[in-house]
């Protein structure tokens, strides 16, 4: 996924503590979200936060002050001593955030009868969605062939690429079933073009994206970037790998699996979103086929598994996932989605 860590900051009400849009998470702690973008029609905001009792913390001081009296006669010397002490105690309740899906919600982007369309008022099947600097939301409008641009509190959006009349086909206006999105510091959009097996760069205002030096992609889906360097982390959903490319480079290099689809330790299965971990430098990877969220750290040959099956299987437990699509961190945690369960897991 390509959800921005802006979103957290950006998009008020109604998640707390932290407001969210739909695909960003607020906790140190892994939560699971079932509600794809892909299913539905609109993307929307959904808050309700209450405080739980996370530990109770006593403590208790004693203090002691001693009184020493002395009297004296011309015969005798008498030496008095008393001892007082005194007890506090006090009790230090710590919180923290549970955080419920809320029944009622604003949509943000698209119709809220949930009405697919061509339309700019409309999107149909929407996979991602990415947040730039500015508060405008740039979503993958993947049944319409299009990205649309989307400022928050707008009636429609604008189409920034592919076509307006959601037109399919190969040539560099278009695009085909695109499925992720992400936007750079500079609003220059690049586009995962699922379909057509390649990845797009769309400039800011352009008429024509350009297709990026990644041969032999097959199906990608999720793209995300890394903030620091501008490098690109695409995955090659039908490669069963992630790809990553240097802008300007003359090709992209797998950085993990490629080792045909597996549960084993150096294998993905489908992989879909994902999301680069500036702070460990790995890639948080929803590998989808096997059922389960890993982390990819650069360089290493293996992965970790985070949440679900590392066996593969799938299922409805809080333990396991079932085609999880996308994931995502805010600055302080993150989100996956659990796509066929349709669910929230969340534990903070």
Known sequence: MSASPAVASKIASPWKPLPLVVAVGVSSSLIIIGMSLGLGLGIGLHNSNEN??????????????????????????????????TTSTTTTVATRCLLQ?????ATVAGDASGAAGTTLNRLSNPNDISLDSNNTLYIADTGNNRVLQWVIGATSGTVVAGQANAASGVAANQ???????????????????????????????????????ITGLSGPTGITRDNNTGTLYISDTGNHRVMQYVLGAAAGV?????????????????????????????LVIANSGSHNIVRWVLGATVRTVLAGSSAGTAGSTPALLNTPYDVTFDSSGNIQRDTSNLRFIGDF
């Open 175 to 213: 695009l085909n079933a695109p499925q992720g999105v992400v936007v750079d510091t500079s609003s220059n959009i690049y586009v995962a073009d699922t379909n057509n097996n390649r990845v797009q760069s769309w400039p800011t205002l352009a008429v024509q994206g350009t297709s990026l030096s």
């Open 52 to 85: 739980l009792i996370d530990a109770i913390t006593t403590s208790t001081t004693t203090v002691t002050t001693a009184t020493i009296t002395i009297s004296t006669s011309t015969t005798s010397s008498t030496s008095t001593t008393s001892t007082t002490s």
């Open 101 to 105: 899906w809320n029944t009622t919600g």
């Open 254 to 282: 797998s950085v993990a699996g490629g080792n045909l689809a597996g549960n084993a330790n150096n294998q993905l299965n489908s992989p879909a979103g994902l999301y680069f971990d500036s702070t460990t430098n790995s």
